[in-house]
């Protein structure tokens, strides 16, 4: 492992503070200076992630203590560091916003463990001197937390920023890097999960290049990047390995897992997607949207993503809808998350319209205002299923906005997971499952849940068997009738 592995945290008071702005900006401005940046995200978030792979040019990973141990965490870190000359970690929430009073999982816990300087953007808004009693808390809640600097985020003018500078610096002793002035418009449009996924934003180059214009030209780019090199070694790291490629026995060549990835969706971790690499897999993308047909494959992942903002493209691809249904039928097997699961219903319900959907599952989901379930999801699995052990306890996370209507339990369906923390599907149960299709509200990282991958890749070899046991035996009937 490298001795030195710059790195900075960017973190808030709040969430909407200025969080991503920052980061991309910093990102962008830095990357056009030659600097290589491997980003990353505290917290289950695929949208800012979105955003911040797309400065970088390169995977955003997913940096979360609830869903990952510790042990998982250093590893990633510093195994996805690889050729990068700075790491910047967008933070989530407030910086001591965890699970508990004690702040448990929160990004303050995850600097603590990372051993990584913060850098604390503040909403100036309406605030002048107070401004310092806050920076002044944070600073005095846990000396442990290294905060190396402020940057002031809707700053009304130069008075303003003045008097909270002088303000931070004279009582608090950290530097003030940065004042961002007050924008007249937002760079980066939002909706109800937060940020418009950067897939369906119609100028992503431009917003990435004004967020990285306004930092250039507010903060102080150079000491930013100055204090990350001041970070001390990683302590703890090693012992995980990450990219040694495990072969799968029995597989006469690579299995073919298919991944849905267009605008529909796109919420996948890029920990996942290289986990099924690693364990030998090819993965073929897929467009639910334009492909007519499924292609031939062994196995199938369809994550979550908007499949409401598509409905209607989703719903006009007919003869991609019945060639999923076919595969499954003829027991393909499909991992869905989320957007996915209700893509294997019959309908998507939006203000009283019917789209019709895959119909592989009996299942219906209409689109609420509100949130119908948001955070943190803990399962034990206690129905068979074609992906894990009974008793296998599982971390994820769950968001949206969509809930099951007219369910009724039948013969052929059964549930595999029983929630021992969030909402599930129907009753606190989670994970349907019909022939070898299991469809979730429960979105998992790999790096958590090492049953996932290896599940995936099980089914997907025993379809492969399956597949390759139904040929031979039609060969040999073939050749009996000849005779």
């Not at 200025?18 to 978030?45: E, H, M, N, Q, Y």
Request: a positive charge; charged letters at 25%; hydrophobic letters at 40%.
């Amino acid at each position: 492992m490298r001795s030195t592995l710059p790195r900075i945290i960017i973190a808030g008071l709040k969430g909407g503070s200025g969080k991503t702005t920052l980061s991309l900006g910093l990102i962008a401005a830095l990357s056009g200076k030659g600097v290589r940046i491997v980003p990353f995200k505290k917290g289950p978030d695929y949208i800012d992630a979105g955003w911040l792979s797309s400065a970088a040019g390169r995977p955003c990973y997913n940096l979360d203590p609830f869903l990952i141990g510790s042990r998982e965490i250093l590893a990633s870190f510093s195994g996805h560091f690889r050729d990068a000359d700075l790491a910047v970690i967008e933070g989530n929430r407030g910086i001591y916003d965890g699970m508990d009073a004690e702040g448990t999982y929160s990004t303050a816990e995850l600097a603590k463990m990372l051993s990584c300087p913060v850098i604390l953007i503040m909403d100036c808004t309406k605030v002048t001197r107070t401004a310092g009693a806050l920076v002044y808390g944070v600073r005095q809640f846990d000396k442990k937390v290294a905060l190396r600097g402020v940057v002031l985020n809707q700053v009304a003018g130069k008075r303003h920023e003045t008097v909270i500078r002088e303000t931070i610096e004279k009582y608090c002793k950290i530097p003030v890097l940065g004042a961002i002035p007050r924008l007249r418009r937002d760079l980066l449009s939002e909706r109800h999960m937060g940020l418009t996924p950067f897939q369906e934003h119609g100028g992503v180059a431009d917003a990435i290049a004004a967020a990285a214009g306004i930092v250039a030209d507010n903060v102080d780019v150079g000491r930013i990047y100055q204090i990350a090199k001041e970070a001390g070694p990683l302590k703890g790291a090693g012992g995980l390995s990450i990219g040694d490629v495990i072969p799968v026995r029995g597989a006469s060549a690579p299995l073919a897992i298919g991944v849905i990835r267009d605008s529909a969706f796109q919420f996948y971790y890029p920990e996942n997607l290289e986990e099924l690499q690693r364990r030998g897999a090819d993965l073929v993308e897929i467009s639910a949207l334009t492909e007519p047909n499924l292609p031939e494959i062994d196995a199938l992942y369809i994550g979550g993503g908007f499949p409401e903002t598509n409905a209607i493209g989703l719903a006009a691809n007919g003869s991609f809808r019945r060639s999923l249904k076919r595969a499954v039928d003829g027991g393909l097997p499909v991992y869905a998350e989320c957007g996915g699961l209700m893509y294997l219903g019959r309908t998507l319900i939006l203000e009283e319209k019917k789209y019709p959907m895959t119909g592989i599952l009996p299942l219906d989901f209409r689109l609420s205002k509100k949130p119908r379930a948001h955070g943190y999801t803990v399962v034990k699995v206690t129905g068979r299923n074609p992906f894990y052990a009974k008793g296998t306890v599982l971390k994820g996370h769950e968001f949206h906005y969509s809930e099951v209507t007219g369910f009724r339990e039948q013969q052929d369906l059964r549930f595999a997971f029983s929630m021992q923390r969030g909402e599930g599907i129907a009753e606190k149960k989670d994970g349907i499952c019909y022939k070898n299709v299991l469809a979730t509200y429960t979105h998992l990282h790999a790096y958590g849940s090492p049953a996932w991958a290896g599940g995936m890749v099980n089914a997907a070899l025993s379809y492969r068997k399956e597949k390759e046991k139904r040929v031979t035996t039609g060969r040999s009937h073939t050749a009996a009738r000849r005779k």
